[in-house]
């Protein structure tokens, strides 16, 4: 099979991301729950995890960095640590539902306020929009930093000195960049990150993060066991003690460090370089296709390799069926959890064929799709 739905969850992995969990996962303890030796390993491993991430995102603090399930979770424990009844936040309409949701939930309970800054048709942000749309009491702005539905940028170094000029902390949610695009916590001026183990970090399902910036204390959304201040009946307010209770997923966290490792090994600018490659080649080749639409910027540089296309008079949902079936390519049709984006772009009724390059794709894979795709089109045509 050739697979392009690297936005969902990358594949394959590095072997040994698979390596690293099978030895885990048959020699692991409990971390920070005992002293014997498999605890004491254990507990290495999520500690050099963190350390991993900290030098690919620049994160002075391996404490400051938090595992969760997903980059769902990691947002909802960003978003609902960090807000206080009355407090304004400022996101963009290309945003998942990982992030629309809880911010409308919130919102409709008439706990925030919140202001949804329109992009483009192709899914860019005008940072005048978003300085224009802050408030005395913005507390937060809280943004994709490529867009799953189309791959488009948005320009969060610019929008964080923004923040940072401001006082207003800045969230941004790297689900389909952390791995593959180069993030500075410091340089983007990033307060919280939350970002996902599965996809372009490499780890397995089931595996994410948070980063909490110095002096950021958030709130707790849940309260348990931390392995520390056990004779304590309050949660802990240490990092990453007080926002990581019960038992971690120490073999899931142990692939994710050797995912990390992999990137290091390569460098993310090696990684990006290469998908940079694949997307515009995808791009060149797709554009012309009569009866093909395509979506987000042409140019390489302003997105990553998430496109999104559809065929005139034929179904996202079938175009997805027919390239799974006829040609062994896997993508993802609908809407990507993405309801506004979509709405945004214009496919909110017809969803999209969305394609996920990742890093071991290649370019025979790329002139295979496009040549799928010229046929479907061509079919569609006749």
């Known amino acids: ?65 938090i595992f969760t399930l997903n980059t769902t979770d990691s947002l909802n424990i960003a978003l609902k640590g960090i807000l206080n009844e009355g407090d304004h936040v400022i996101t963009s309409s290309m945003e998942h539902n990982s992030m629309i949701r809880p911010l409308i939930a919130l919102r409709d309970s008439n706990y925030i306020d919140l202001t949804i800054v329109k992009c483009d048709q192709k899914g860019n942000i005008d940072v005048d929009d978003v300085r224009k749309a802050i408030k005395k009491n913005t507390k937060l702005i809280a ?25 207003i902390y800045f969230l941004v949610d790297a689900a389909q960049t952390a791995g593959s695009y180069p993030i500075d916590v410091e340089e983007d001026n990033i307060d919280l990150l939350a970002f996902p183990g599965h996809k ?8 994410g993060g948070l980063y909490v910036r110095d002096k950021i204390k958030l709130k707790t959304i849940k309260e348990g066991g931390t392995g520390s201040n056990s004779e304590n009946i309050h949660q802990p307010d240490m990092m990453p ?14 692939g994710l460090k050797e995912g990390v490792k992999y990137i290091r090994s390569i460098g993310v600018e090696n990684i990006l370089k290469h998908e940079r490659k694949l997307t515009k080649r995808f791009i060149d080749g797709v554009k012309d ?17 998430v496109i999104s296309i559809n065929i005139k008079g034929i179904d996202s949902g079938e175009v997805s069926y027919i390239l799974d079936k006829a040609f062994d390519i896997a993508t993802r049709s609908g809407l990507h959890c993405s309801s506004l984006a979509h709405q945004t772009i ?25 040549d799928a795709l010229y046929t479907i089109a061509k079919q569609a045509l006749s």
């Open 241 to 254: 003690d007080m926002l990581e209770s019960g038992t971690p997923n120490t073999p899931g966290i142990a």
């Open 143 to 167: 943004m994709i930093h490529a867009s799953n539905v189309t791959g488009t940028l948005m320009p969060i170094r610019e929008i964080g000195s923004i923040a940072r000029e401001m006082g």
């Open 1 to 65: 099979m050739i697979y392009f739905d690297n936005a969902a969850t990358s594949y394959p992995k590095p072997e040994s991301v698979y390596d690293e969990i099978d030895r885990v996962m048959r020699y692991c303890g409990n971390p920070g729950r005992g002293s014997h030796r498999l605890a004491i390993e254990s507990g290495k491993h999520i500690l050099e995890a963190r350390q991993e991430l900290c030098q690919l995102f620049n994160i002075n603090d391996p404490m400051r960095v």
């Open 289 to 305: 296709i009569p009866n093909l639409i395509l979506y987000g910027n042409n140019d390489e540089e302003r997105r990553v390799g």
């Open 200 to 207: 372009s970090l490499f780890g397995p399902q089931g595996t």
């Open 346 to 370: 214009g496919t909110l009724k017809t969803g999209t064929v969305r394609f996920g390059i990742g890093y071991f794709n290649t370019e025979d894979e790329v002139d295979k799709a496009v």
